[in-house]
C-alpha cells in the first residue's frame, strides 16, 4: 500500500466520522432539551464543521481550504460567546421577575 493511497483512505474514513458527528450535532441542536444544550451542540457543530474542512483541505491539497476553516473557528467562537451572554441575560432577567414577583 502506497502513502497516496493510505492517505486517501484516512482522509476518507475522516471524513466519513465527521459526516456522522455533524448529524449527530444537528439531531442534538434539534432535539436538545434545554438552551444551553444546544449552545453546546453548535459549539460541537462548528467544530466539526472545522474538522471536516481540514479533512477536505489534506485530501484535495488546497491549503486554501484552512483560511475557511480559520474563518470558521473565528465564526463559532463569536456564535458560542454571543449565545452565552444571551443565556446569562435571560437568566439575570428571570432572577430580576423573580424578585419583583416576591
Known amino acids: 500500500m502506497s502513502a497516496a ?4 483512505w484516512a482522509t476518507l474514513i475522516s ?4 459526516g ?3 448529524l449527530v450535532s444537528l439531531v442534538r441542536i434539534v432535539i436538545g432539551p434545554s438552551l444551553s ?14 474538522g471536516f474542512v481540514g479533512a477536505i483541505a489534506v485530501r484535495t491539497g488546497l491549503w486554501l481550504y484552512l ?9 463559532g467562537f ?9 443565556i446569562l441575560l ?6 430580576m421577575a ?5
Do not use: H, P, S, W
Open 37 to 50: 444544550d444546544r449552545v453546546l451542540a453548535l459549539d460541537l457543530l462548528a467544530v466539526v464543521a472545522m
Open 20 to 22: 456522522v458527528a455533524l
Open 78 to 86: 463569536l456564535a458560542t460567546v454571543a449565545l452565552a451572554r444571551y
Open 15 to 18: 471524513l466519513i466520522l465527521l
Open 5 to 8: 493511497i493510505f492517505m486517501e
Open 67 to 75: 483560511d475557511i476553516a480559520i474563518a470558521l473557528a473565528l465564526l
Open 98 to 102: 423573580k424578585g419583583e414577583a416576591k
Open 90 to 95: 435571560r437568566g439575570a432577567k428571570n432572577e
